[in-house]
């Protein structure tokens, strides 16, 4: 019996300061090209909505609003955000895209609105919107009717679903891991200090690298920030369920 070759296609975009790359198989090459092309238009939109350096963006508009002014929200929107004010309450902060500064933001799940507590709220999602675009990316593929892929952000994030399982390797000379149906995040401070305790206002000092696994590229990235933030004794708190933590107790290049 003849083996039947699987076909793979693979797309790629610059998108959030890193290389996107998407590894589809199984199904029509046109079908998986099409899948990626939309794919790709996620994650571009997702960057545009959540760059902090965008008048256009979602912080932007954030930062302009005052009590008692409450910005519409989609679905979309709306998930990131609860992701984000669930992670900063179970990480005892740890996890803060304010910084330090206030994550001073309701939500209103009903009307999909948002209001702040005062004006002039800072918001920094750098350290998890790359999560939300493989998030989004991968359900506009599975919607294509992609039934494989392997999604990743860089050499710090990356997201898998389907059948079959991908090695991946953390960093360069790290260990391996097996990818399948989860996701996968890599925090370390690497050269010149970029990621702060928002606690204190200080660079985190840990010679680590921190790794978070879970079903949603999005928790795996606000945790595994946590968790760098933090130090090994974050595992010790109440942790979302099938998460994942590992803390390797030294720096792996990017």
């Given at each position: 019996?003849?083996?039947?070759?699987?076909?793979?296609?693979?797309?790629?975009?610059?998108?959030?300061?890193t290389r996107f790359e998407l590894v589809l198989e199984g199904g029509p090459r046109a079908?998986?090209?099409?899948?990626?092309?939309?794919?790709?238009?996620?994650?571009?939109?997702?960057?545009?909505?959540?760059?902090?350096?965008?008048?256009?963006?979602?912080?932007?508009?954030?930062?302009?609003?005052?009590?008692?002014?409450?910005?519409?929200?989609?679905?979309?929107?709306?998930?990131?955000?609860?992701?984000?004010?669930?992670?900063?309450?179970?990480?005892?902060?740890?996890?803060?895209?304010?910084?330090?500064?206030?994550?001073?933001?309701?939500l209103g799940a009903y009307a999909r609105t948002l209001a702040v507590r005062r004006a002039?709220?800072?918001?920094?999602?750098?350290?998890?919107?790359?999560?939300?675009?493989?998030?989004?990316?991968?359900?506009?593929?599975?919607?294509?009717?992609?039934?494989?892929?392997?999604?990743?952000?860089?050499?710090?994030?990356?997201?898998?679903?389907?059948?079959?399982?991908?090695?991946?390797?953390?960093?360069?000379?790290?260990?391996?891991?097996?990818?399948?149906?989860?996701?996968?995040?890599?925090?370390?401070?690497?050269?010149?200090?970029?990621?702060?305790?928002?606690?204190?206002?200080?660079?985190?000092?840990?010679?680590?690298?921190?790794?978070?696994?879970?079903?949603?590229?999005?928790?795996?990235?606000?945790?595994?920030?946590?968790?760098?933030?933090?130090?090994?004794?974050?595992?010790?708190?109440?942790?979302p369920a099938a998460l994942e933590l590992h803390w390797l107790p030294a720096p792996i290049?990017?």
């Amino acid at each position: 019996m003849n083996a039947v070759a699987v076909e793979r296609h693979r797309a790629a975009c610059a998108a959030m300061a890193t290389r996107f790359e998407l590894v589809l198989e199984g199904g029509p090459r046109a079908a998986l090209v099409s899948a990626a092309e939309a794919a790709i238009e996620a994650i571009e939109a997702c960057a545009a909505r959540w760059t902090r350096f965008e008048r256009g963006g979602l912080p932007a508009r954030i930062a302009r609003t005052a009590p008692p002014q409450m910005l519409q929200l989609d679905a979309d929107d709306m998930e990131l955000l609860a992701l984000a004010l669930d992670a900063h309450a179970a990480t005892a902060g740890a996890f803060d895209p304010s910084l330090g500064r206030g994550f001073d933001v309701e939500l209103g799940a009903y009307a999909r609105t948002l209001a702040v507590r005062r004006a002039g709220v800072s918001l920094d999602f750098g350290g998890i919107a790359k999560g939300h675009a493989l998030e989004l990316a991968a359900r506009v593929l599975r919607e294509h009717g992609v039934e494989s892929a392997f999604l990743h952000g860089g050499t710090s994030s990356a997201l898998a679903f389907g059948p079959r399982a991908w090695r991946v390797q953390v960093g360069a000379g790290g260990p391996y891991i097996e990818l399948q149906r989860r996701a996968l995040s890599v925090s370390a401070q690497r050269g010149r200090a970029h990621v702060l305790d928002p606690r204190s206002a200080a660079a985190v000092a840990h010679e680590a690298t921190a790794v978070a696994l879970h079903a949603d590229a999005r928790v795996a990235e606000a945790w595994s920030t946590a968790l760098l933030v933090a130090g090994p004794s974050l595992a010790e708190r109440a942790l979302p369920a099938a998460l994942e933590l590992h803390w390797l107790p030294a720096p792996i290049p990017a």
